[in-house]
């Protein structure tokens, strides 16, 4: 006889909570405070927790299969590169090596975590491999390997669902869930733009990788003065900054600014050290740099 398995949000919160909150204590020291306050009150929401309830049925049951029958696992047989980036994105973050799938999505410089706490998995497009080089490439793995140290799968997944499928998914009212995850997840896009900078540990490439991720496009970034672009982010305090409240990143120059911000941190500067190099790092705390970020990443303000 198979035994059904217990679906209620509760319950599997409960039984992953040891491992959610391992999960989170390895995360804080450079997650977001943002993020971390959020996530904390997300199953308290009844609406959420309704649908990450459905989102983990329907993932058991019928996503994981259909989203994957087309993908290619990473191996070290199969891109051995994409592996071994992931390898040390994992090394770095001292967490096990994250299994990856390469999706053959034509065009589209995107990737995704999906899953759940015990089942967690990276699919990137393949259209990465081909205009990414290969420090950019480990920016976006580490990003993605944020998610799932930070536990953010489930979460993420339940939104991708709403956003994607909720009328067939839910068959009540999912705005109030979608905009709660929608402002959690634009802080958490915060930690693991972090995440992908502690990998590659070069400013650089990892602003290069976000704003080429935002363009669709190697030659369009070639031609664009950063500093410039950046001013566009006062423009973003007009009337129309409203739009952000129902998108799930954070406008692209916010993203820049607050990964600045982070990169001035004594943890940041203390991680990019030299082994030899014993000397105390000087910056600015990551206390600061979080209230830094809050007012960058102001929609209302």
């Not at 198979?2 to 989170?24: E, H, I, M, Q």
């Not at 977001?32 to 649908?51: E, N």
């Not at 993932?59 to 040390?88: D, I, Y």
């Amino acid at each position: 006889m198979v035994t059904k398995p217990d679906l209620s949000f509760a319950d599997y919160v409960a039984a992953r909570k040891g491992a959610s909150n391992a999960r989170s204590r390895e995360g804080a020291a450079y997650a977001y405070a943002g993020d971390l306050k959020i996530r904390q009150t997300l199953g308290k929401i009844r609406p959420v927790t309704l649908a990450v309830e459905a989102t983990v049925r329907f993932w058991q049951t019928v996503e994981k299969s259909r989203m994957l029958g087309t993908a290619v696992k990473v191996t070290p047989k199969q891109f051995p590169k994409l592996h071994n980036l992931a390898q040390r994105c994992a090394d770095t973050l001292q967490i096990p090596t994250p299994t990856l799938y390469v999706s053959p999505n034509i065009g589209a410089l995107n990737a995704h975590t999906f899953g759940t706490t015990d089942d967690a998995y990276i699919v990137l497009n393949a259209a990465l491999v081909d205009h990414l080089s290969e420090v950019e490439l480990l920016d976006v793995i580490g990003h993605e390997c944020g998610h799932i140290q930070n536990d953010h799968a489930i979460y993420m997944t339940t939104l991708y669902f709403l956003s994607h499928m909720g009328s067939t998914l839910l068959q009540w009212g999912t705005r109030p869930a979608v905009l709660a995850l929608k402002a959690w997840a634009r802080r958490a896009e915060i930690t693991c733009d972090r995440t992908g900078l502690l990998c590659t540990r070069d400013l650089d490439a990892s602003i290069g990788c976000l704003v080429k991720l935002a363009l669709g496009s190697k030659k369009l970034y070639s031609e664009i003065n950063l500093d410039e672009y950046l001013q566009q982010l006062e423009e973003t305090r007009g009337p129309g900054r409203l739009d952000e409240l129902g998108r799930s990143h954070p406008y692209l120059p916010k993203r820049v600014a607050a990964l600045r911000a982070f990169a001035k941190t004594t943890y940041f500067k203390s991680v990019i050290k030299g082994p030899k190099d014993s000397s105390p790092a000087e910056g600015i705390s990551k206390e600061a740099c979080d209230a830094e970020v809050a007012k960058i990443l102001s929609v209302l303000a």
